[in-house]
Each structure stands twice: as C-alpha cells, then as structure tokens.
C-alpha cells in the first residue's frame, strides 16, 4: 500500500471513530429538529411536510446505479494512478443525476400547478419548495459520496456536522417564529451549506460529461446494486404495509419505534462498512483476486460480529425501561420492539457483505438471495399474522429473512475466497457465537425476548449482574481490537502486483 494512500490501516482506525461519531452526533440533531418542528407545526403542517420529505427521500435512487459504480472505480482507478479517470467517473455520475432530477423538479413544479383554486396556498409552494430541495438533498449526499470514495472521512465528517449544526440553529431561529414557511427556508439552506462545504474539497468540478457510452456501461453494471438496496429495503416497506393493513396505525406506532431503535443500531456496520469499502476497492483493482482482500472483508465482520451483539444487548434489555418509565402507551409493542433490534445483526452481516461481493462483480448473480428472502419475508408474516399472532408474527417473518439473506450471502462470500465448506461453516458460526451469547442473556437473564412486564433481573443484583457481564464482554471486545492493531503494526509491508 502507498505508504500516501488516504486508506491506511492505522488512518482508517480514525476514520470510523471520526465517521460513526459525527453520523450519531448529526442525528441526534435531527431528531432534535424534529421534535421542534412537530411541537411548532402542529399535526397537520407536519404531516404535511413529512409526506414531502418521503416523497423527496425516493430522489436518493435517481441514480439509477451510476452512483454505485462511481464508488467503486474512484478509488480503483486511483489505486492504478488514473486521477484523470476517477474525476471522469465522478463526473460521469454527476451528469446523469443531474439530468433525472432536473426531470424530477420539473415534475414537482408541475404537480404544484395542477391544485385547484381551493387548495391551500402553502400546499402549491410546498411542492415547489420540495423541487428546490430535492436537488440540494440529493446533490449534497452524492457528494457526501464522493468525498468518502476519496478517502477525506474528516473533511466528510465536519461536513455532516455543519449542516445539521446550521439546520438546528435555523430552526431555532425561523420554525419558531414563522411556521410552516420557516421550515421551507430551512430545508433549502441547510443543504446547500453542506453541499457548498464539502464542495470545497471535491474530487472533480461540476462540468456535464455527456459521454453517453459511459453512462450506458455505469447503468447496466450498477441497477444490480441499486437493486438490492432496493430489495434490502422492501423487506421493511412489507412489514410497513402489512401491519396498517392487519394490526392498524396504533400497531403501527409500536413498529415505527422499533425501527427507529434498529436504525440506530444499524448505522453502526453501516458506517463502519462505508469507511472500509473504498480501501477494498483500492486494493483489489490492484490484483482482482478475491484473497488479496478476504483481511478486509474477514476484519469487517469479526469488528461487526463482537460489537454489534454489545451495542444490541444494551439496547434491548433498556428498551422496557424507557417504554415503562416515559412511553406507557406502547407497552404492548415491547416484544415486537426487541425481535426488530434482536434480528438487526443480520442486516449488519448483509451490509458487511455488499461492498465485497460488488468489488468481485458478483452483484447479478446475489439479487435472487434478495428477492427470496423478500417472499420469504411474505409469507411467514402473512402466515403468522393470519393465525393470530399479530404484529410480533409480522416482525418474526423479517426477522427469519434477515436471518436467511444475511447467512445465505455470508457463506457464499467465504466460498469466494476458495474455502472449502467446513472452513465456511466453522468461520459462519464463529461469527454467530457473540450474537447466539447475547440472545441467550436476553432469553434467561434479561426476561426473555417476549417479555414486556417487571422482571425480576429489573433488580439491583439483577442489573449488577447485567453490567458486569457487559463490562467483561467489552473488555473482551477491546483486547481483541488492540491485539488486530499490534499485529498490522508488526506485519511486513505487502507488495500488491497489479493486474495484468
């Protein structure tokens, strides 16, 4: 490795520690943001300006999968010394995206003039405010993008900062006093300050690159990829579906909650896999043999497998307390709140696992994985729904194809490394043994995953127990982080012959 590369080991240790903070520390803000703008607007506005902002959330998959493929030749093409090729790729991906939202504001601009005379004056400008925002949101995380492919995670994250510093002090300052048209100005500023910021340090300029035979090559090989985001997240949208639809809008309160806990810990695989994935494509363009990477894949997993289970134990056994204490009403959605953060593991293998099986170009031949579990996912809902378990059979099923996808993608990346099956089984349940440990502890010392009443664990001794217990598995965790340090240190250089 370039002794200049921005992904050394050592600096990608401070990256993730940077990276993950800074993304926690963000949404803290947001959710800041967001109880001051529901307390300020009122059910309807907010509701209103919520049902823009998922719209706008779809701009994200404007794309198409040149984005996806601009994460992997950047840092590939500059492994091999082609800084001309990485701004082109960059630039490339630019274009398209800015010809599909130019499209899809136009739209906006359109609906807004369709209202009748008797629709609202603030519900036209809302949707010609949200095609002003869709393409500063969406422009400020494909450079969000960018800027990670470029190895600058600090640069990145004091960008992520400052806009959501600014989006909370803005809203302080203008949803307060002016409503609804506040929050308008709001989401059109804080954007374009992150954008303008993160701007600063950017990989390529903002000229078009109409080279239509790049951006037909970058679609065909990247809607694979968007596909399984895409597929990845459909498993929600049915469990989102299926409970209005059998358990009502009361039920589905109880699992937004959950999610909202699974997103948390989620971010955490998520986060660390963006900080590792442009160093696997680096390395890899170099020879394009999966051995010569399976260290950065079999480190992801292992840092994923030891303390992820951590991060989830702790959620989960506080989960009754903050329900009991603060949130009384959603004392019945407590155990489908705990199979949602429980089955998040698996989600962590699945991430953990995209970046190297897009590296290796094996993205075509994984999308039936996903479209299995997907039906998976249907089936044992709908099944157990139907038989009367309600919404905790509903997150049973997405939970059994989480489980299904994440195991299913993790043997088959092992085998690619040209393991025989019983060094992929002995690794596979390795990596499961943490997280099997700490569903035992939620089973028998934490009141069990169905629980939702006082317990006898809620006691002094019983938390003791639970803290001591926890306190020895993170130490655990630590001595294993600090012994993967000493030996890269000690490791001799390794010479990477590029392809022929």
């Given at each position: ?5 921005p ?26 943001r967001g109880f001051v ?9 907010y ?11 779809f701009?994200?998959?404007?794309h198409g999968?040149?984005?996806e ?14 800084h ?23 739209c ?32 400020f ?10 190895g ?16 909370l ?11 609804l ?22 990989l ?8 239509w ?9 990247g ?35 959950g ?5 948390i ?13 442009p ?11 999966a ?6 894949l ?43 953060v429980?089955?998040?593991f ?15 170009g094996?993205?075509?031949k994984?999308?039936?994985?996903y479209?299995v579990?997907v039906?998976?996912n ?14 905790v059979?509903?997150?049973?099923g ?9 195991l ?12 025989a099956?019983p ?18 502890l939620?089973?028998t010392v ?5 629980q ?6 809620q ?19 630590v ?7 000493r030996?890269?240190?000690l ?10």
């Open positions: 490795m370039d002794s200049k590369s992904f050394r080991f050592k600096a990608l240790l401070g990256y993730i520690s940077q990276y993950i903070s800074a993304t926690y520390l963000a949404q803290g803000l947001g959710a800041v703008n529901a307390k300020y607007l009122g059910p309807e506005n509701g209103f300006w919520g049902w823009l902002m998922f719209l706008i959330s701009g994200y998959f404007l999968g040149v984005q493929i601009m994460i992997k030749e950047v840092p590939a093409y500059q492994s091999k010394g082609r001309d090729l990485a701004s082109k790729s960059a630039q490339t991906a630019f274009t398209f995206l800015v010809l599909m939202l130019s499209i899809a504001t136009l906006l601009w359109g609906i807004s003039f369709t209202f009748s005379e008797s629709t609202p004056e603030m519900m036209r400008w809302g949707w010609r405010v949200a095609g002003i925002v869709l393409p500063l949101e969406v422009l995380a494909f450079e969000q993008v960018v800027v990670r492919s470029d600058k995670f600090g640069h990145l994250s004091r960008g992520l900062l400052i806009g959501n510093s600014i989006s002090a803005l809203t302080f300052l203008l949803v307060i006093r002016f409503g048209v506040g929050v308008f100005f709001v989401a059109m500023i804080s954007p374009a300050v992150g954008l303008a910021y993160l701007r600063s340090k950017s390529y300029a903002w000229r078009l690159n109409w080279d035979v790049k951006i037909r090559s970058m679609l065909k090989a809607w694979p990829i968007l596909a399984m985001t895409l597929i990845f997240l459909a498993i929600s949208w049915v469990d989102r579906v299926l409970v209005i639809h059998f358990v009502g809008m009361k039920g589905h309160g109880f699992y937004a909650v999610a909202m806990l699974t997103f810990c989620f971010l955490f695989p998520e986060k660390i896999a963006a900080v590792i994935e160093k696997l494509h680096y390395d890899y363009a170099h020879s394009e043999q051995s010569r990477v399976q260290n950065h079999l480190l992801l997993l292992r840092g994923v497998s030891l303390v992820m289970p951590l991060v989830l134990a702790v959620v989960n056994l506080v989960i009754p307390i903050i329900v009991q204490h603060w949130l009384h009403e959603y004392e019945p959605g407590i155990p489908a709140m705990r199979i949602l429980l089955s998040s698996f989600p962590g293998i699945i991430v953990c696992t995209k970046s190297f099986l897009v590296a290796l094996k993205q075509q994984v999308l039936p994985v479209a579990a039906v998976l249907i089936a044992l809902s709908y099944s157990l729904v139907t038989q009367g378990y309600g919404l059979g509903i997150v049973l997405s939970a059994a194809a989480y489980v299904f996808c994440g299913v993608l993790l043997m088959y990346s092992l085998r690619l490394l040209s393991w099956w060094r992929v089984l002995m690794q596979t349940v390795s990596l499961c043994v943490p997280f099997a440990a700490m569903f035992l939620s089973v934490g009141g069990g995953v169905f939702q009443e006082h317990t006898s664990w006691s002094p001794l019983g938390y003791a127990s639970i803290a001591l217990a926890l306190t020895a598995y993170a130490g655990g965790v001595w294993w982080g600090v012994r993967q340090i030996l890269r240190r490791a001799p250089p390794v010479e990477l012959v590029p392809a022929v």
